[in-house]
């Protein structure tokens, strides 16, 4: 697969200053594996200013970058977007603004490509959105989480978004359906988490008095016979956080395989649950230019809404 025949010579604007080269890549390379850009970029193929570059280098405005013409092997090759997923990302944006926009991620989506998925969220927005020269995620989600999910379209105000978020500026609430009765009075759960290999590449979370603090606020929204609908908001942002935390008080999320229990799994395929049920349902932060409080919310998906029905006929 021939990604381009000539050798392109590209000047770096105010809008790229201070990223590094292999994301700068990325953006203009779309559809290429990364693994793919740290090659060409190692070989030397790719220069700055005639010079040779690490992968790490980061622009500066009038930088001269020369990118080499591109042949892929099929293997390699990053998934075309199918018409379904053009659709679907073209309907999942919530709001957008001038340098950011917010997605209302589907579940079962990965953002990022790699590790097996040929294509995640990012590269296929990149491949959707060609009028963007700029455009990175500012956080995560899992890859089977639903909701509210914001995303950069300049370097400045990634930069902006990010300090937001290590400020704890920046609010994110999920909706999770966790097995049992949830204690009313349980409005926190404080516990270390640490990060670790389970084998095979992947990678899970535990409760370990060595990890990182960790503080999630729970409240509860609805109970029904064996399941609580809860509101979960991370104080901090480590991975699997409200689902290892939840798990920890012995809750766990409903349809986790990760975290979950085999009574959690009874109680999931008697709601006609499918899926993990978490779901990111309001997001604010402060817009990156005016620094006023933007609130974005994401409706549960109708999988979801079915389940909760299900679970109130029950209870």
Same mark, same amino acid.
């Given at each position: ?20 080269? *292999? ?17 060409? @970029?190692? !070989? ?6 005639? !010079? ?10 009038? *930088?001269?970058?020369?990118? %080499? ?12 977007? &199918? ?9 999942? @944006? ?61 370097? %400045? ?7 937001? =978020? !290590? ?7 999920? =909706? ?28 899970? @979370? !535990?409760? *370990? ?11 509860? +929204? ?8 809860v509101e979960a908001e991370p104080v901090t942002g480590r991975t699997?956080?409200?689902? @290892? ?10 349809? *986790? ?17 499918? +899926? ?5 349902? &309001?997001?604010?932060? %402060? ?12 409706? =549960? ?15």
């Amino acid at each position: 697969m021939t990604e381009g025949r000539e050798v392109q010579w590209v000047e770096v604007g105010e809008g790229q200053a201070g990223q590094r080269i *292999d994301n700068f890549l990325m953006t203009r390379l779309k559809g290429v594996p990364r693994a793919l850009v740290y090659r060409i @970029v190692r !070989k030397g193929e790719v220069r700055v200013n005639k !010079k040779r570059i690490k992968v790490d280098y980061r622009l500066v405005p009038g *930088d001269m970058v020369r990118i %080499p013409p591109l042949r892929m092997a099929p293997r390699e090759a990053a998934r075309e977007v &199918s018409d379904g997923l053009r659709n679907l990302l073209a309907g999942s @944006v919530l709001v957008e603004g001038r340098d950011w926009l917010v997605i209302n991620k589907p579940a079962g989506l990965a953002v990022h490509g790699g590790s097996g998925v040929k294509i995640g969220l990012i590269e296929a927005l990149r491949q959707v959105r060609e009028d963007l020269d700029f455009l990175e995620l500012v956080h995560r989600l899992d890859r089977d989480t639903s909701g509210c999910l914001l995303l950069a379209k300049s370097r %400045p105000a990634l930069l902006v978004l990010n300090d937001a =978020l !290590k400020q704890h500026k920046m609010d994110k609430q999920y =909706l999770a359906l966790v097995s049992g009765r949830w204690p009313a009075r349980r409005e926190f759960v404080s516990a270390r988490l640490e990060r670790y290999d389970a084998g095979n590449g992947e990678r899970r @979370v !535990k409760v *370990d008095a060595t990890g990182k603090v960790s503080r999630t606020r729970f409240a509860v +929204r609805e109970a029904f016979a064996k399941a609580t609908l809860v509101e979960a908001e991370p104080v901090t942002g480590r991975t699997h956080q409200i689902r @290892v935390h939840a798990a920890h008080t012995g809750h766990p999320l409903l349809g *986790d395989a990760k975290y979950g229990t085999r009574e959690g799994e009874v109680v999931a395929r008697k709601f006609g649950l499918t +899926r993990l049920f978490l779901h990111a349902a &309001s997001l604010t932060f %402060p817009e990156p230019t005016s620094g006023r409080p933007v609130q974005i919310r994401a409706p =549960l998906p109708d999988d979801l809404e079915a389940v909760l029905n299900r679970a109130r006929k029950f209870s």
